[in-house]
């Protein structure tokens, strides 16, 4: 059975990585990506480099992901998105007919000769529509790309996500079912019960996050056990019973099915 391709973030800028400004698209596009009963795969943050912001977007495509980029293509010298997607397709800009005109009606006289550079996309590409100030993004195949502000990136992400990847949507996101285990087993003791669980249950994802404890609660590792309801359900089910060999541990049931 094919699977859905991956999502994956890719917020470009230096003044994310020197911490001038705060990155605030992760959490975001988590939050945009969970009402449509979707998941982030992965997130990578990359300067204004247009070798680096490019070889990102080529494993990108190469896995068959689907790419949503934030920043980078303006029209000042540091923005070098634009390049650096033209770059990872081998093509060559090419000025959009479409988003020189958006940008002329928006701007008028003023368009000339700078503004207009926004229009310059990799050849091929398709318009990604902004309700702010109708300076377009693009797309280019799954790769989407829109501006860094975020009053500008957030609806522009939600029409790619509506009308590109409507199809994606699910009604009933991925369950996840958790608990919490007590005592004095560490994650090493409880390994072969982890990797016994996936065998049995392979298209389950299993999380293990341990504590040391904080004062309030002692050491303890909460499980996770995220999949289709059923499979999920079935995969907790399974881990709990099996816990039952430990009677050194208290399990604390987070969310059972």
Known sequence: MSRDPRIGLLVVGD???????????????IE???????????????????????DALVQARARGDIVLSCGGIGATPDDRTRQAAARAFGVPLARHTEAEALIVA??????????????????????????VNRVAGFFIEDCNFVPGFPEMA????????????????RTQPP?????????????ADLLPLMEATLACHPQVKLSSLPSRGDGIRPRH???????????????????????????????EELAAP
């Not at 400004?21 to 992760?26: E, I, P, S, Y």
């Not at 990506?33 to 247009?50: M, S």
């Not at 701007?107 to 926004?118: D, E, I, K, Q, T």
């Not at 369950?175 to 994650?187: D, F, I």
Request: charged share 25%; hydrophobic share 45%.
């Open 15 to 29: 003044e994310i990585l020197s911490g001038k400004r705060q990155d605030r698209h992760f959490a975001k596009v």
């Open 32 to 54: 945009l990506l969970r009402a449509r009963g979707l998941e982030l795969a992965w997130a990578r943050f990359v300067g204004d480099d247009e070798p680096e912001i490019a």
């Open 106 to 131: 928006q701007y008028g006289a003023a368009a000339h000769p700078h503004r207009v550079l926004m229009a310059d996309f990799p050849r091929g590409a398709g318009l990604i529509p902004n309700p």
């Open 154 to 169: 957030w609806p522009m992400l939600e029409w790619v996500l509506d009308t590109r990847y409507a199809r994606l949507h």
């Open 175 to 187: 369950a996840e079912y958790r608990l919490r285990v007590l005592g004095t087993c560490g994650e």
């Open 221 to 251: 590792i909460e499980f996770g056990f995220k999949g289709e309801a059923s499979a999920a359900a079935a995969a907790y089910r399974h881990f709990r019973a099996q816990l039952g060999g430990f009677p050194q541990v208290q399990v």
